[in-house]
């Protein structure tokens, strides 16, 4: 059953009190969405091109959640809508759950007009895999700071902070990192608004990519770079296992889908965020994160598998060489728009679909980077929502015993 709402907070209230108009509850979400997706049809108009937001606020895993997004997605195809970033329709969905349901909120917004309905179906209990026994994620802060963190790496015995205006060199001293020297950065351009950075280090040496420039330098026997404006591919590391040049878009935040396989092979893909490798069964894949919402999974030469979409993460990701089980990890963030707590989760994939590993750990905010660390490890970067700081963590993923 759904039920339309007159207002976003109407709508909230009708959770707390146990959605009393739910009660016809379907018995799984691709069936609860379908009159859902319906409606949101009739409200925007045939061809329409829709703006989706997802958040996760129930006890559902990744997978779990993302079942109910491909079937609403999908209901939208086939009613002849389409799913884009620039939209003139914005639809603001929100999985929730009350003692005996799951729900489904919507907001659907078209300029001043908004509509809100709630789909439901049966709450199961074993239906909310929270990891596998034994499998965690262990959380290590790093660093912190006001100024945005966009990568940190550990050249030599120091440690490089990339920021927005500086790289900074610290040294350890006493057990503590000491500030070093700061090398300046000047944009060749305006920075874009959701700036993005990645550091490779080699011995005392380092490469820094920024949108439009590129940056090397050194450690030893001084700090010392020299950035000049590049349009060159940035080099995309997935644990020890994977290797992928991928351009970037300087006025953007993501990869425009120019992209050359590790066996030299250019190839066209979709844009995307991120991009991750994993292996299963002995087969190397590849996992990007798009820039319309959806994971995809690709064969090693970037071609795309029918029918493995993952709907359920967010726009970071980061491949591992942790195995725990008869696949190798990967690290996923949930979908969100910046405004709200984050998460990071590991799984494996199996039979092309996502399966989870372990639970979740969370953060105060979103998660503004997130990138293979090498080995079982990935270092993640969030920015706290109550203080504004950015903080540095290394996420290792340990498979127990």
């Known amino acids: 059953m759904i039920a339309a709402v007159k207002g976003w907070y109407a709508a909230w209230a009708a959770l707390l009190v146990c959605c009393p108009l739910c ?19 009739a409200f925007a108009g045939a061809g329409t091109t829709l703006a989706v937001t997802w958040r996760n606020a129930s006890s559902l895993g990744s997978a779990e959640a993302g079942q109910a997004r491909t079937a609403f997605e999908a209901a939208l195809r086939q009613a002849g809508e389409r799913i884009g970033e620039s939209a003139a329709v914005e639809l603001r969905l929100t999985i929730a759950e009350n003692s005996t349901q799951y729900l489904l909120v919507e907001e659907a917004r078209r300029g001043e007009e908004r509509q809100v309905w709630i789909a439901a179906w049966t709450r199961r209990e074993n239906a909310a895999p929270r990891g596998v026994t034994g499998v965690a994620l262990e959380r290590r ?24 205006s500086k790289l900074t060199v610290y040294h350890k001293t006493g057990g503590q990192w000491e500030a070093g020297q700061s090398l300046p950065i000047a944009p060749v351009n305006p920075w874009p608004r959701d700036l993005r950075g990645r550091l490779r280090t080699a011995g005392s040496t380092f490469q820094a990519f920024l949108p439009g420039m590129t940056c090397n330098g050194t450690v030893d026997p001084a700090p010392a770079m020299e950035c000049r ?34 066996n030299g092979t250019p190839r066209s893909v979709a844009p995307f965020y991120t991009a991750a490798s994993v292996e299963e069964r002995g ?63 590991g799984f494996s994939i199996a039979d092309r679909a996502a399966q989870t590993v372990t639970a979740p750990v969370s953060f105060p905010g979103p998660v503004t980077a997130l990138w293979s660390f090498g080995g079982n490890s990935a270092l993640a970067v969030a920015r706290d929502l109550s203080t504004g700081t950015y903080s540095a963590y290394v996420i290792t993923v340990a498979c127990g015993s």
């Open 23 to 41: 009660a016809m509850a379907a018995d799984d979400p691709g069936s609860a969405v379908r009159e859902l997706a319906a409606k949101t049809a």
């Open 141 to 164: 802060l790093v660093w912190e700071q006001d100024e945005q963190i966009l990568d940190v790496a550990f050249p030599a015995a120091a440690m490089l902070v990339l920021a927005p």
């Open 229 to 262: 404006s590049s349009d060159e591919p940035w080099v995309l590391e997935s644990g020890s296992r994977g290797l992928l040049l991928a351009n970037f878009v300087a006025s953007r935040n993501y990869f425009d889908g120019r992209v050359v396989a590790q």
């Open 283 to 345: 087969q190397t894949l590849w996992l990007l994160a798009l820039a319309d919402g959806r994971a995809q999974i690709f064969d090693s030469n970037l071609a795309p598998l029918d029918g493995a979409a993952i709907p359920a993460w967010g726009s970071d990701i980061a491949g591992l060489d942790a195995r725990c089980g008869p696949a190798t990890q990967v690290l996923a963030t949930r979908p969100g728009d910046g405004s709200e707590p984050d998460a990071i989760q």
